[in-house]
């Protein structure tokens, strides 16, 4: 059961440390463009910023924005020669499978992403993608139900033995974590704060009050 972190802010990322809940991270585009970052050369800094914060067998996926074959590959290439915890996410395009396929072949890891079927996931575990990356949250906004997908993706894996891990993505609320690792996903990605409100219980909270105020009557004395 693995906990990685979307964001691209170090902060987060530390504090995810220091909880004991990292794993891994996901990065995005939008989740880029949050930080102060205003070149090229400064989002590969921080890529390697990231990846230095990690330990083991922990990685970071870097996303291509190239949408043709010849400059996927290119990108996808020079974002994995950055740092070897660099996974390359590639988004489930034509060119995209091709890109996992030649990049899957030269043992470069890659991350599929912008999954909303199951037989997007099915070309992508074909094509030879390490990670899968279905969208649960913006499936539910549509009124699709993206927890369905999950389970959908996880038994067709399962009936073929591939080797591709299910990254559950978009992941909004609690719910969605424990219904992800019900199903028996590799991972999930999702914000810190989601996996803070894992934590939340009012009778946790009514408890500890009552823990306190008695100590204190009594001691108080
Ligand atoms: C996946 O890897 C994406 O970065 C991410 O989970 C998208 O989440 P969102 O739908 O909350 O933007």
Same mark, same amino acid.
């Given at each position: 059961?693995?906990f990685f972190?979307?964001?691209?802010?170090l902060?987060e990322?530390?504090?995810?440390?220091s909880?004991g809940m990292l794993?891994?991270?996901?990065?995005?585009?939008s989740?880029?463009?949050?930080?102060?970052?205003?070149?090229?050369?400064e989002?590969?800094?921080?890529y390697?910023?990231i990846?230095?914060?990690? @330990?083991?067998?922990e990685n970071?996926s870097?996303?291509v924005?190239?949408?043709?074959y010849t400059?996927?590959?290119q990108e996808?290439?020079?974002?994995a020669?950055?740092?070897p915890?660099?996974? $390359? @996410?590639?988004?489930?395009?034509?060119?995209?499978?091709?890109?996992i396929?030649?990049?899957?072949?030269?043992?470069?890891?890659?991350?599929?992403?912008l999954i909303f079927?199951?037989?997007?996931?099915?070309?992508a575990?074909?094509?030879g993608a390490t990670?899968?990356s279905p969208f649960?949250?913006?499936l539910d906004? $549509?009124s699709?139900?993206?927890?369905?997908?999950i389970?959908?993706i %996880?038994s067709i894996y399962?009936n073929?033995?591939?080797?591709t891990k299910?990254?559950?993505?978009s992941?909004r609320?609690?719910?969605?974590?424990v219904?992800?690792?019900?199903?028996?996903v590799y991972a999930?990605?999702?914000p810190?704060?989601v996996?803070?409100?894992?934590l939340n219980?009012p009778?946790t909270n009514?408890g500890?009050? %009552?823990?306190i105020?008695d100590?204190h009557?009594?001691?108080?004395?």
């Amino acid at each position: 059961m693995k906990f990685f972190i979307d964001t691209a802010n170090l902060k987060e990322i530390d504090e995810a440390r220091s909880l004991g809940m990292l794993d891994g991270i996901t990065t995005n585009p939008s989740l880029i463009s949050k930080e102060s970052l205003f070149s090229h050369k400064e989002i590969y800094e921080h890529y390697i910023s990231i990846c230095k914060r990690l @330990k083991n067998d922990e990685n970071m996926s870097a996303e291509v924005i190239s949408s043709n074959y010849t400059d996927m590959i290119q990108e996808g290439e020079k974002l994995a020669l950055l740092h070897p915890k660099i996974v $390359v @996410k590639i988004p489930i395009t034509k060119n995209g499978i091709k890109t996992i396929k030649y990049l899957s072949q030269k043992k470069i890891k890659t991350n599929s992403t912008l999954i909303f079927s199951t037989g997007q996931s099915i070309l992508a575990a074909k094509a030879g993608a390490t990670y899968v990356s279905p969208f649960v949250g913006r499936l539910d906004d $549509v009124s699709y139900n993206g927890l369905n997908l999950i389970q959908e993706i %996880k038994s067709i894996y399962d009936n073929y033995s591939f080797e591709t891990k299910i990254l559950a993505a978009s992941i909004r609320h609690p719910l969605h974590i424990v219904e992800c690792f019900k199903i028996g996903v590799y991972a999930i990605t999702s914000p810190l704060n989601v996996i803070y409100s894992l934590l939340n219980h009012p009778l946790t909270n009514i408890g500890l009050d %009552k823990f306190i105020k008695d100590f204190h009557r009594k001691i108080n004395k």
